[in-house]
Structures are given as structure tokens and as C-alpha cells.
């Protein structure tokens, strides 16, 4: 199947710090791919679809500047918490569909602590 | 707008036993498509099922079934002979059919307990 890795796995960091989150399709190009953040025991929260070569949509909520999102080739996209504080402690999931887009392949996740 | 409706926040299956979690959708479309998600402990999302919209015949993937019924919009799984590693959550997702629409719509989840 199809794999999607993160990296990294998890990070902890000071408040006011930037911290960047890649995303990899590792057998597959992806021109989308989605970011999403999970909260202990709730389901996934779509924040924002990155686009390959163009500006990411985010969802309705999501600040654009707080969540800054690359996608520079066809198989990475990063995400960045810029001055991050605790409250952006949180579990974070990429995804990528591959193929005609039927089906969206996870990555294992990153979990942000901030301190 | 869609949305995605998982009523059992958990379910308790014994292990060889057969369980069945229900999902719930609301659209007005037509085509599109209907997954299940597993999330075990280590919470890599892992695919279980996909159903197409069109295709009449319920999907199946060896102890997993679905039962689709799109007149009334419920998408239930079914697990059979259940394994103590079957142990997760599971989510339901809708994704519409056009292109370029691959954004997926999450269920609330359904955490699932398998007792030895």
C-alpha cells in the first residue's frame, strides 16, 4: 500500500519557538495533501489542504499565519507552528490521496508538546 | 453541507465474537465515497474498507464487511470473529466523488474494546 511518513514523530518546545512538520509520500506523487490536528480521544479536525506549487486552503478557524504550510515538490509538504505556546500542544496527522484521490493514505503522526 | 454521524462513542466485543458499528451520513449527492478507518493505540490511521456510492454490492475485506444502505444513509461495519487486535478507534469518513474534492468528513469515532 502506499506510504506516507512524518517527520518528526514527535518534538517537544519552548513557547515562542517555530516548529516544522514534513510530510512524505514515499511511493506516489501527491499534488494535495491534508493536514489535520487530533485531540485526545476526539476525532480529526481538517486545518488545511496544501497544494503543490500554489497557496494552501485552510479551513474556517485555522489562522493562516499561526499554521504556515509548504508544498515545494510533489512528494513533501511541511507545516510550521510558528510561536508556538502550549495551547498548540496537540497530535498532528498528515494525509495524501493517491491515484484518482479515492483514497486518502495517512502518515503516523506527530505530537507537538509545548512548554 | 455533509456530515457524518457516529452514535456509539463505545462498543465491547468478546474475542470471536462478531460486533457491528454504525455510521450515519447526510448528503444530497449522489455519487461518492464511504470509508472506515481503524486507529489503534499507536494512531497511524489504517484504512479497513471503501465503499463507492454506485456500486450496489456491500464491500468486503476478509473479516470486514459493511452494510450500505444509501436510501437510508448508513454505512455500518461489521467485524467478524473479533481479534484482540482489532482493539481501536474506528471512524467513518465521507468523501464526495468530483474531482478535486478529496477532502474527507470524519464520524466522531467509535472506540472498540475486544475482552479476552
Redesign the interface.
Known amino acids: ?1 502506499a506510504v506516507v511518513s512524518q517527520h518528526p514523530s514527535w518534538v517537544i518546545c519552548k513557547s515562542g519557538t517555530s516548529v516544522k512538520i514534513e510530510c512524505r509520500s514515499l511511493d506516489f506523487q501527491a499534488t ?1 495533501m ?1 493536514w489535520y490536528r ?1 485531540f485526545p ?4 479536525m ?1 486545518m488545511a ?1 496544501s497544494n503543490e506549487g500554489s497557496k494552501a486552503t485552510y479551513e474556517q478557524g485555522v489562522e493562516k499565519d499561526k499554521f504556515l504550510i509548504n508544498h515545494a515538490s510533489l512528494t513533501l509538504s511541511t507545516l510550521t507552528v510558528t510561536s508556538a505556546h502550549p495551547e498548540d500542544s496537540s ?1 498532528y ?1 498528515c ?1 495524501a ?1 493517491r491515484g484518482q ?6 502518515g ?2 506527530t505530537r507537538l508538546l509545548v512548554l | 453541507a455533509q456530515t457524518v454521524t457516529q452514535s456509539q462513542p463505545e462498543m465491547s466485543v468478546q474475542e470471536a465474537e462478531t460486533v457491528t458499528l454504525s455510521c450515519t451520513y447526510d448528503t444530497s449527492e449522489s455519487d461518492y ?1 464511504l ?1 472506515w ?1 481503524k486507529q489503534p493505540p ?6 479497513v474498507i ?1 465503499q ?1 456510492a454506485y456500486k450496489q454490492q456491500n464491500a468486503t475485506e476478509n473479516r470486514f464487511s459493511v452494510n450500505f444502505q444509501k436510501a437510508a444513509k448508513s454505512f455500518s461495519l461489521k467485524i467478524s470473529d473479533s481479534q484482540l487486535g482489532d482493539a481501536a478507534m474506528y ?1 467513518c469518513a465521507y ?1 464526495s466523488l468530483g ?1 478535486g474534492t ?3 468528513i ?4 467509535t ?1 472498540l474494546k475486544v475482552l479476552a
Open positions: 500500500g494535495t491534508f487530533q480521544k476526539q476525532s480529526l481538517l489542504t497530535f496527522i494525509s490521496p484521490g479515492e483514497t486518502q493514505y495517512f503516523p503522526g | 465515497y470509508f478507518y499507536s494512531r497511524q490511521m489504517i484504512l471503501r463507492e471512524f468523501r474531482p478529496y477532502k474527507y470524519f464520524g466522531t469515532g472506540r
